[in-house]
């Protein structure tokens, strides 16, 4: 089976400061990596995916993410972050197991304050 | 190109009545996944379909069912409501069979049992 874990339920942050958001998996197969962000009373919203290839995914709004296979991590960085920015990230898996099934984390709320 | 729409957005039940939640997909999309957000579970895998077949369920009880029709909307169905099945339920749609392509989800239907 395959779970994901985000550590940190809240990360509080100023305007313009950098920012990480952690994620870590675990799976007995290969897996495809996503970050999704969610505004209040929205679905979701693909940030940037891994698939395979470079281990630096570059998404929309600035942000980036590196995939470390041997630490099974795939964080999430932005480095100057904006008010707009807050909102609920979620780091999710795709099993490769031919099915379309995200498996998520349990969210990371961003607040971004001046 | 229209996005994944969901209807309707607000829902309120009383227990133990059942319920029946819509979702067109993106056009040309086949796959049509549901998950629930609840605050304390997070966003659980209900099921997913395409081409009118269920691939894959999740962990829940036979109360949450699903169906896909030949133009590829979907709707699920929940029978005999708990106050527990109040949360968020979201519709994602993808555009082939393979799991490595960016799932789009709908703004959700929020239902509220009483």
């Known amino acids: 089976a395959q779970s994901v874990t985000q550590l940190d339920s809240q990360v509080p942050v100023f305007e313009e400061a950098p920012v990480e958001l952690r994620c870590n998996y675990s799976?007995?197969?290969?897996?495809?990596l996503f970050w999704y962000v969610q505004y209040p009373n929205q679905g979701l919203q693909l940030l940037l995916k891994?698939?395979?290839?470079?281990?630096l995914v570059k998404g929309i709004n600035g942000f980036e993410a590196e995939f470390n296979k041997s630490q099974t991590s795939f964080h999430l960085r932005k480095p100057s972050v904006h008010i707009s920015d807050t909102a609920e990230y979620f780091c999710?898996?795709?099993?490769?197991?031919?099915?379309?099934?995200?498996?998520f984390g349990t969210g990371t709320r961003l607040l971004v304050s001046p | 190109k229209a996005g994944v729409t969901q209807t309707p957005r607000y829902l309120i039940k009383t227990r133990g009545q059942q319920v029946t939640l819509s979702c067109s997909p993106i056009?040309?999309?086949?796959?049509v996944s549901w998950y629930q957000q609840t605050p304390g579970q997070g966003l659980q895998f209900l099921f997913e379909y395409f081409s009118e077949t269920q691939r894959n369920k999740g962990n829940f009880p036979g109360r949450f069912s699903g169906r896909q029709f030949s133009n590829s909307r979907s709707e699920m169905n929940v029978s005999t409501l708990e106050l527990g099945d109040s949360a968020l339920y979201l519709c994602a749609s993808t555009g082939n069979r393979g799991v490595n392509t960016e799932a789009f989800f709908g703004q959700g239907t929020r239902l509220t049992v009483v």
């Open positions: 056009s040309g999309h086949r796959s």
């Open positions: 999710a898996v795709n099993p490769n197991t031919g099915f379309q099934k995200l498996v």
């Open positions: 891994y698939l395979s290839g470079s281990t």
């Open positions: 799976s007995s197969v290969s897996v495809y």
